[in-house]
């Protein structure tokens, strides 16, 4: 007993007694927050998948400040906002970490990053959409994905000039995303009518779940639109790409990201969808540039496959853009990187295109394309 | 005028629509004072028995008979086996309850209705369905700027052939006679050697068929069936009973027909988003000034 009782204090002299301090060889450790179990355990899955292999490369490159490898510790919040609280403070309890990737969510991330505001500790989010987040005056906050008004905006700048547009019809669908969607393009759109010659001609709404939509498709019709844009899901919008061409609206149709899938193209039929166009996110697949290819392959040769959402690939961006601070930076305190962040960081090549941050923390440039339904049914970026 | 052209054909189509289900619950209330909530589920079924149809049969149908006459048989097939169920359910669930009087009947029949619904969700999946376009005969046709398909023209055949004919066998038929007979005294009918199982057979055969060809026919038209779709159009088709006088078949066929054209109309010309309000709040108009219908008086027999 009185051994046992020696043995444990001399080990805690021990322990107490060495001075930690981080020593060349030691990895710098880079949280991640995820939906690692609960209903979007595949994206947190992904996303695990993606940091590692992020990590895997740096490593491969020398890794960072002279030669220390990136760790990713993971961390599971379980989409659940009250787990989320709990997994950051799991990860700011930990001295090494010294900053996260997280979340996938944007509930989750309104009370995970409140915790890591409050500890000091750069956190950024690779699926939160939520335009509030950024509108809390947060100093560590950041997000390499878009806002929900982005898509929006996406339209104004491309659409129009593309189809040589004046005349924007923009139809929704009452919905909180769908009719969020088609507010921020009206926006977008009037901002913008001070430089080009665009008008909105038609806005309404139609109700979910119905099935007949001629009375207010011949309204759009009789509003002679050069375009239209629908932002409600894609149940509607089959049926009002079908029933709109058979009344005689010939204008191009564009669909939000989620009017327009495998099923769109199944209920509408090949001869309606082919030519309808949607604005979306890029899918991993898409994205032109070397960074993309290389992590692809990387992920491909360990994993088999590539991502199949858009998102896994922003935590793998987030977590490199951590580590480029951190290297360039040669600190890892929390001020250093967010002052960084917020105020150096511009354009630096990243998976989903060059990465820059707002004074907010919003990504600058978020990159939305413009995809089309081919002859074949299938749907491709928009050439 | 172009649009107002447009519209009145777009109305009588989805009216046409309403009316042929409208039918089966009128014949179901004038004979047995019950409202069928199970029917709106028995045109679900038919649309999903004649999507069914027509994707496993398409190659076998369209090189032997054409594709019009591929439609018709699908069309009759399913219309043949939603009868069937039709007495199956007036089997099980109806007739052991009549002597219980009218209100459990009602439960009874809302209790059918979900059933329904839930067997076509657990048959099909809770997906939507498609019916093949590829397989649908269908052309756009305009005439001086007004849009109509060749599909809607022989929808809207179809439909007044249906009502005409329905309204020929109850009215210039012997049967029909006995039909009406029923409907007016029960008791006096059976006394006269009117069979009332057969007259109960013969409303659960035609009106769940009716029901099956209109599911059939909306497939055809929106391409897109769901199995919940049943309550909205059960729902509709309702007012239009209610609207033309409840227990009257000319009351429910122009009570379908008004009620879509109120609703292209009324959307087309006050506010798209609020049609459905015109509708019901003609159908609140209807009950308070003539709670019978707009047909409940002028025609003394009701079937």
Partial sequence: ?383 | MRVFLEQVINGLTIGSFYALIALGYSMVYGILKLINFAHGDFFTLGSYLGYTFLVFGSAALTSRLGIWGGMVLVTAASALCVALVGIGVERAAYRPIYPAGRLPAVVSALGASIFLQNAVMVLWGPRYRAYPAELIPDTALAWGGIHVSLLQLVILLVSFALMGALYVIIQRTLFGAAVRATALDRDTASLMGINFNKVILFIFTLGPALGAVTGVMVGLYYRQISFTMGWNYGLKAFTATILGGIGSLPGAMFGGLILGLLEMLGGAYISAAWKDVFVFLILILVLIFRPTGLFGEKTAEKV
């Fill in chain 1, 1 to 383: 007993m009185k051994k046992a009782v020696l043995f444990v204090a001399v080990t805690a002299l021990m322990l107490t007694g060495l001075p930690r301090t981080a020593q060349a060889a030691d990895p710098v450790v880079i949280g991640l927050q995820g939906p690692i179990t609960g209903p979007w355990a595949y994206e947190g899955e992904m996303a695990r998948r993606s940091c590692e292999i992020a990590a895997e490369l740096i490593n491969k490159k020398g890794g960072i400040l002279g030669g220390r490898k990136v760790e990713v510790r993971v961390v599971d919040d379980a989409g659940e906002p009250k787990t989320g609280a709990l997994a950051a403070q799991k990860l700011v309890g930990q001295k090494d970490v010294v900053a996260a990737v997280a979340t996938y969510g944007s509930s989750i991330s309104e009370t995970a990053s409140t915790i890591y505001e409050k500890f000091k500790k750069v956190n950024i989010g690779y699926g939160v959409t939520a335009v509030r987040l950024t509108q809390r005056g947060f100093k560590y906050f950041f997000r390499t994905c878009g806002r929900d008004d982005s898509q929006g905006a996406f339209f104004a700048k491309e659409v129009p000039s593309r189809f040589n547009a004046r005349r924007i019809a923009i139809m929704h669908d009452n919905t909180a995303f769908g009719k969020g969607l088609a507010e921020d393009t009206r926006k977008a759109l009037q901002d913008l009518a001070g430089t080009a010659r665009v008008e909105v001609v038609f806005y309404d709404a139609v109700t979910p779940g119905e099935k007949d939509f001629r009375v207010i498709l011949t309204k759009l019709r009789e509003a002679r639109p050069d375009v239209w844009y629908y932002t409600g899901y894609y149940a509607e919008a089959a049926l009002l790409v079908s029933q709109a061409r058979s009344i005689g609206v010939t204008c191009p149709f564009v669909g939000g990201n989620a009017a327009i899938n495998d099923e769109f193209v199944k209920i509408a039929g090949i001869e309606i969808a082919k030519g309808c166009y949607m604005t979306n996110e890029p899918l991993p697949s898409d994205l032109p540039y070397p960074e993309a290819r290389e992590f692809l392959d990387a992920y491909r040769a360990k994993f088999g496959e590539i991502p199949s959402s858009p998102w896994p690939i922003y935590a793998a961006d987030a977590l490199n853009i951590i580590a480029h601070s951190i290297d360039k930076t040669g600190s890892t305190r929390a001020e250093v990187l967010a002052d960084y962040l917020r105020d150096k960081v511009n354009g630096v090549p990243g998976i989903t295109g060059p990465i820059g941050f707002t004074p907010q923390g919003d990504r600058e440039g978020v990159p939305f394309y413009l995809y089309v339904v081919d002859a074949s049914g299938r749907i491709t970026v928009a050439k």
